[in-house]
């Protein structure tokens, strides 16, 4: 299986700010998703990533809270903007690899005061 | 409503007892993936299924997915403390080799 890096691994944030999520993988993928599970909760979909495109947002998700980039084939930023307690989750990308097989990284840890 | 219930919700077993958790959809599956993911971590992949019927296993783990590909299950055969951690199931719905659909997971805990 591919390396899925993500950073920050964890990060304690205050309101109103915005954090930028990076996801670097060590092959090149046409493209990336990015997930959110909520405390207690499973995963949805924020969106997937092309490159060379604008991001595709799934339904509640817009991109002027979540702003994504795609600037080559093995890496993506997520920005949470304008931070409040309810976009405290946990934040995943994944990418599809050889065998069909959706592989995720380890995940960033967000907590909003 | 939820697109892929799994059951039980959570579960505690005794080391050394098997035990079976499913994942259930009203949809036809294209791929059903079984994670399992440790607290606030992410999601280790351990298995995907495509065909009906199929079943695989890896160490004492054995999923199957059923032949209308619409369940499946999960068995641990002699469960180990290492087993614990949340079991996730996610399915490829539409088809298109994209984005995965969720359940809600299954806690499990294997005591000592």
């Known amino acids: 299986s591919a390396v899925i890096s993500q950073k920050p691994s964890r990060d304690i944030c205050q309101r109103g700010t915005s954090l930028t999520i990076q996801c670097q993988v060590d092959s090149q993928v046409t493209m990336m998703f990015w997930y959110r599970q909520q405390p207690g909760q499973s995963l949805t979909l924020i969106a997937t990533a092309n490159q060379g495109s604008e991001a595709t947002y799934e339904s509640g998700f817009v991109i002027d809270k979540f702003p994504i980039s795609r600037p080559n084939l093995t890496f993506s930023t997520l920005t949470v903007s304008n931070m409040s307690p309810e976009d405290s989750s946990i934040y995943l990308c994944s990418v599809y690899l050889q065998g069909g097989i959706q592989y995720f990284g380890a995940g960033t840890r967000l907590s909003v005061l | 409503s939820q697109e892929l219930e799994q059951s039980p919700q959570s579960l505690i077993v005794q080391e050394g007892k098997n035990l079976t958790i499913n994942c259930t959809s009203s949809?036809?599956?294209?791929?059903l993936y079984w994670y399992k993911q440790k607290y606030g971590e992410g999601l280790i992949f351990l298995m995907m299924?495509?065909?009906?019927?199929e079943e695989k296993s890896h160490e004492k783990i054995t999923a199957k997915l059923d032949e209308k590909k619409q369940q499946s299950s999960l068995h641990i055969t002699a469960s180990q403390p290492s087993h614990a951690g949340i079991y996730l199931c996610?399915?490829?719905?539409?088809?298109?080799?994209?984005?995965?659909?969720f359940g809600k997971g299954i806690t499990l805990s294997v005591r000592p």
């Open positions: 996610g399915a490829d719905i539409s088809g298109a080799n994209s984005k995965l659909t």
């Open positions: 949809k036809t599956l294209y791929g």
């Open positions: 299924l495509q065909k009906g019927g």
